[in-house]
T-cell receptor, first 111, second 114 residues
């Protein structure tokens, strides 16, 4: 079945540093999604990408939909302590379809 | 963004009993909802697709007689874990696609079977 790989698995960074994480897929997705999950909570949608090559920002977050439709990256600029959490990339083959999740990247921010 | 609400947030039940979890889309209608399960330090794994007015579609390896899904209205889907056992203890999360098709998730239900 479809499988997503995410890297890095975990990151420990200093407050104020920029962060970059990426996601690759064995097959094509037509929608890429990035979520953040805090402990004991459901994932919260950060950015949705709908077109190959699309670059979208949400505050300090920027994400891109890879041209091959098999990859995406998420950048966080000037990290702050509340950025701590698990970041998941996810893909949909079509709108309204089930969401397939990557394994997640655990982000820790050192004040 | 769209709001999806789950109830209860956490539940403890005895082994052998059944537990019902509700998932509601609060400000939009959803003909389809999705149920996921997440074990500690793991990602979300899709269990089943809930379809309003018809039978749910289960992912491979998920027992449909154990995890009963009912999608009785355009804003409510329920997941019932029947004859729960300790290995069913997990974090159960539902999602529904909003207007743009992207999925919004409930806050999750922590199930502990003792």
């Amino acid at each position: 079945g479809q499988q997503l790989n995410q890297s890095p698995q975990s990151m420990f960074i200093q407050e104020g540093e920029d962060v970059s994480m990426n996601c690759t897929s064995s097959s094509i997705f037509n929608t890429w999604l990035w979520y953040k999950q805090d402990p004991g909570e459901g994932p919260v949608l950060l950015i949705a990408l709908y077109k190959a090559g699309e670059l979208t920002s949400n505050g300090r977050l920027t994400a891109q939909f890879g041209i091959t439709r098999k990859d995406s990256f998420l950048n966080i600029s000037a990290s702050i302590p509340s950025d701590v959490g698990i970041y998941f990339c996810a893909g949909q083959r079509t709108s309204y379809d089930k969401v397939i999740f990557g394994p997640g990247t655990s982000l820790s921010v050192i004040p | 963004g769209a709001v999806v609400s789950q109830h209860p947030s956490w539940v403890i039940c005895k082994s052998g009993t059944s537990v019902k979890i509700e998932c509601r889309s609060l400000d939009f209608q959803a003909t389809t909802m999705f149920w996921y399960r997440q074990f500690p330090k793991q990602s979300l794994m899709l269990m089943a697709t809930s379809n309003e007015g018809s039978k749910a579609t289960y992912e491979q390896g998920v027992e449909k007689d154990k995890f009963l899904i009912n999608h009785a209205s355009l804003t409510l889907s329920t997941l019932t874990v029947t004859s729960a056992h300790p290995e069913d203890s997990s974090f159960y999360i539902c999602s529904a696609p909003a207007l743009g098709g992207e999925a919004f998730f409930g806050q999750g239900t922590r199930l502990t079977v003792v």
